[in-house]
C-alpha cells in the first residue's frame, strides 16, 4: 500500500533533549516535506526537499534541521527542544518532473509536546 | 505568494449538497487550485484541482469562476463522514516548491 509513514505517533519530551522524528515514503517520490500545525495557525511548512541531498526552508525553519539522504527518508531534527515546539507534525511527499501538479501524500501526523 | 480566503467554518445538513467558497483575487496564470480536506485525527488528503475548466472527480466538483479569481468545492451529496476541514490551495505550476496551506474551512454536517 502507498503510504507516508511517521515514527512516533506521540512523543513527550523535555526540553533541551535532541530527538529524530521519522518520515518514510514507498512510492519513490522526488519531494518531500515537513509541516506543523497549531490550532489557529493552519499548516505552516517547516522545510522541505526537491530529492537526495537537496533540502530547503519554508515558512518556520527555526529550531529544526532535517537530512535527505536517501530518497525515501526525510528525518526531521530537533536538536534543542523548547516547549514553542509542542506541535502536530505532519510529513508529506509527492512526484514532481512532469507531473508537478500531483497531490501530496500525508502520513497520519506526530504530536510533539516539549516540557 | 497568491493566497486564498476561505471562511473559518460552515454547516450543512446530511444527503443535502455542499458548496466551500475559496477566494483567490491575486491568483496568476500559472496557479492551480487544489482542495485538500482533514478529517480528525488524521493528515490531510487531496480532494480535486483544477486550472480553468471546472473538474469532477468520485469525491467532489470544482467549479472554477470565468475569471479565476473565485473556486467553489461541490460535494453532491453530504455525508457525516465529509465532516473535516477542507483547504484550499494555490500551486504555481512554474513554482511548486513551497506549498502553503491556509486555516481551512471547518465543515460541520448535521444529521
Known amino acids: 500500500e502507498a503510504q507516508v509513514t511517521q515514527n512516533p505517533r506521540y512523543l513527550i519530551t523535555v526540553t533541551g533533549k535532541k530527538l529524530t522524528v521519522t518520515c518514510s515514503q514507498n512510492?519513490?517520490?522526488?519531494?518531500m516535506s515537513w509541516y506543523r500545525q497549531d490550532p489557529g495557525l493552519g499548516l505552516r511548512q517547516i522545510y522541505y526537499?526537491?530529492?537526495?541531498?537537496?533540502?530547503d526552508k519554508g515558512d518556520v525553519p527555526e529550531g529544526y534541521k532535517v537530512s535527505r539522504k536517501e530518497k525515501r527518508n526525510f528525518p526531521l531534527i530537533l536538536e534543542s527542544p523548547s516547549p514553542n515546539q509542542t506541535s502536530l507534525y505532519f510529513c508529506?511527499?509527492?512526484?514532481?518532473?512532469?507531473?508537478?501538479?500531483?497531490?501530496?501524500?500525508f502520513g497520519n501526523g506526530t504530536r510533539l509536546t516539549v516540557t | 505568494d497568491a493566497k486564498t480566503t476561505q471562511p473559518n467554518s460552515m454547516e450543512s445538513n446530511e444527503e443535502e449538497p455542499v458548496h466551500l467558497p475559496c477566494n483567490h483575487s491575486?491568483?496568476?496564470?500559472?496557479?492551480?487550485i487544489h482542495w485538500y480536506r482533514q478529517l480528525p485525527s488524521q493528515g490531510p488528503e487531496y480532494v480535486i484541482h483544477g486550472l480553468t475548466s471546472n473538474v469532477n472527480n468520485r469525491m467532489a466538483s470544482l467549479a472554477i469562476a470565468e475569471d479565476r479569481k473565485s473556486s467553489t468545492l461541490i460535494l453532491h451529496r453530504a455525508t457525516l463522514r465529509d465532516a473535516a476541514v477542507y483547504y484550499c490551495?494555490?500551486?504555481?505550476?512554474?513554482?511548486?516548491?513551497?506549498?502553503?496551506f491556509g486555516k481551512g474551512t471547518r465543515l460541520h454536517i448535521l444529521p
Open positions: 526537499s526537491m530529492n537526495v541531498e537537496v533540502t
Open positions: 512510492m519513490n517520490h522526488e519531494y
Open positions: 490551495i494555490l500551486r504555481d505550476e512554474d513554482r511548486d516548491d513551497k506549498i502553503i
Open positions: 508529506a511527499s509527492r512526484r514532481t518532473g512532469a507531473t508537478y501538479n500531483s497531490p501530496l501524500h
Open positions: 491575486t491568483i496568476s496564470g500559472t496557479d492551480y
